[in-house]
């Protein structure tokens, strides 16, 4: 049986698992998530974590020394910052413009979804951050001043800053750099296999995370965030249809079905497991085997778009940010929403690619509206009650925006790809 039917038995196991035990035996659930369901979530989402620096700082690291020529690499990457940054920002439009015609926040029992989620405030509280830096200190800071203590840290954005550097250098040295070239390959593949590794378990860690985040959540509480929910996948599926279709067809001159056919793997993956970073391995596989993206465009787009490309979680931000904001009465005009847009953008770059790191960016795109401090963590801890099971969606868009960008670049390089190959020859 394949990996993906097995990840999708699990989750369907999960969805009704969650539910049974919600609605009859909940003393049972809370026994079984403390004891069973968290606790093998927890252990697949620490070994996710354990390989997240190493694999994107060597992946990276490779990808730009197989370059090569410096004035190509930043032809590469100009590109690819500029997508990244054009999609995410065009995703938060779509996910603002469905959210002011719907209005989801618009009748809803503002106290008694509070009573339902107060268990929750105390730890959306806890991922509140603690400063906001301005745009200067952002720059600035993305320079590491010691490289080891932000892969401790896991400083996502200084570890890719670092590994571009060191990359450049590698190539800069040419045959001098040979040994440590061949070194940063073969510890590419080695953090490749580990993560292949990990992942025969996402099947049992798909059932125990879904399990818990449904019956966590309970089915009155997904009710009652029903059209909220509705805005984000509606959002989310307009992005990948119209946005991503549409470059891919303009761009890349390819057909968006084959497109979507070709990263479906990656995309069940992601969707289970909630992290750009662990998909990265089955993203790779299916942008360079499937769409035949050359690996020196791949190595480099790929892991750096799992850490800034997130569109879906923006989507997340836009619908959420707006859907407070009624929740309590209060009415965003042009400014604030435009606000929203540049502001979630921004904080999109450098986000972790780990599960519900969407949560902390979500505190800054309130905090910048002036929203009240008070609702904001109260309206963060009810959307929070059902965030679980839509960061698993946006998780499976996140990572089909980075193949996107990777194949629109690698075609503007002049790459021949696999689908080109099959028309030509039906043709």
């Known amino acids: 049986m394949r990996v993906t039917t097995k990840i999708l038995i699990a989750m369907t196991l999960g969805l009704v698992t969650g539910v049974v035990l919600n609605l009859y035996f909940i003393d049972l659930f809370e026994i079984l998530d403390n004891y069973v369901f968290s606790f093998v979530g927890d252990l697949f989402i620490n070994a996710i974590k354990m390989v997240i620096v190493p694999l994107v700082f060597f992946s990276i690291v490779a990808g730009v020394s197989s370059i090569g020529e410096t004035r190509k690499l930043g ?3 100009l590109k690819t910052v500029a997508l990244y940054l054009l999609t995410t920002a065009i995703a938060i439009t779509i996910a603002l413009g469905i959210t002011n015609v719907v209005q989801p926040g618009d009748g809803v029992d503002v106290a008694s979804m509070e ?11 806890q991922k509140k951050p603690e400063e906001q830096k301005s745009p200067v200190e952002m720059i600035t800071s993305m320079i590491p001043q010691n490289p ?34 061949e070194f940063v390959e073969q510890a590419n593949e080695v953090m490749m296999k580990l993560v292949d590794i990990i992942m025969k378990t996402v099947p049992y860690a798909a ?30 599926i307009v992005h990948a249809a119209v946005t991503y279709g549409s470059f891919i ?25 909630s992290s750009s970073a662990a ?11 499937g769409l035949k993206v050359p690996k020196s465009v791949s190595r480099f787009v790929l892991p750096l778009g799992a850490t800034i490309n997130m569109d879906g979680t923006s989507i997340m931000q836009g619908v959420a940010a707006l859907f407070i904001a009624q929740l309590y009465g209060w009415d965003l005009g042009l400014t604030a929403q435009l606000t929203i847009i540049l502001t979630a953008t921004l904080a999109s770059i450098g986000t972790a690619a780990v599960p519900s790191a969407g949560i902390v960016m979500l505190f800054m795109v309130l905090g910048a509206i002036d929203l009240p401090s008070d609702q904001i963590v109260t309206g963060l801890a009810i959307v929070f009650g059902v965030d679980r099971l839509l960061d698993m969606s946006r998780t499976a868009i996140n990572i089909t925006g980075d193949a996107m960008v990777a194949t629109c670049v690698a075609k503007s390089e002049g790459a021949e790809l696999h689908i080109e190959k099959e028309t030509s020859q039906t043709a």
């Open 75 to 77: 032809r590469i990457s």
């Open 115 to 125: 009573e339902a989620t107060k268990d929750k405030q105390a730890e959306t509280e």
């Open 148 to 181: 080891v203590a932000a892969m401790a840290e896991g400083s996502m954005l200084q570890i890719i800053i670092f590994a571009l550097f060191f990359g450049v250098g590698i190539s800069a040295l040419g045959e001098k750099a040979q040994r440590v070239r």
């Open 207 to 236: 059932f125990a995370l879904i399990a818990s985040a449904v019956g966590k959540a309970g089915v009155d509480l997904i009710g009652s965030m029903f059209i909220y929910m509705a805005c984000v996948l509606g959002a989310l």
């Open 249 to 273: 067809a303009v761009f890349a001159k390819m057909n968006p079905l084959n497109f979507f056919r070709k990263m479906a793997p990656a995309m069940e993956v992601a969707f289970s497991t």
């Open 279 to 289: 998909t990265l391995p089955v993203t790779m596989n299916c942008v360079e085997n």
